[in-house]
């Protein structure tokens, strides 16, 4: 095609409908995971900042590690997260648990470039930081993980442990 004055809009155009379209394959990974109305999962539910007893920070680096990648908290305990990503390269917590967390690993693999809106999910890219908000409202487990494709292969993995009230 010869570009001239007239074709170079077409040609951007073409080239953002192109964009767009691999945008919209690659996934907005919001919802879809039956919370219900109060937004409780099997690991517990979003919660309010102002109800947080307190604030955990959390690093993610490019060694694959989470800093700490192990805590304990109480039964019905809402905890402020910082999260921060000290590595130079994208890092993602994702809270889940250990069948949550591999399912949406499947996902990744397929779409890398996949965006979170869930409140139990930040992705970061190098050098900036986020939050999570999060009530434990059921005992047990609660697993968290990068799911960027390798990060949790290299063990970029950890384990949050929820006490009975």
Known sequence: MKFTRSTIPLALAMAVLAASGAALASGNHGGG??????????????????????????????????????????????????VKNTGQVKHELSLG?????????????????????????????????????????????VDFACLIPGHYEAGMKGAIKVGRK
């Open 33 to 82: 995971h039956g919370h219900g109305d109060s937004g409780e999962t099997a690991i517990g539910k979003p919660g309010v900042a102002a109800n947080a007893s307190r604030t955990i920070t959390i690093a993610m680096s490019d060694n694959m590690r989470f800093t700490p990648s192990s805590m304990q908290v109480k039964q019905g305990e809402t905890v402020r997260f910082i």
């Open 97 to 141: 648990t250990q069948k949550e967390l591999l399912e949406h690993l499947e996902q990744m693999k397929k779409f890398p470039d996949m965006e979170h809106d869930e409140p139990g999910k930040i992705t970061l890219q190098p050098g900036k930081q986020g939050e999570i908000v999060w009530q434990f409202t059921k005992a047990g487990t």
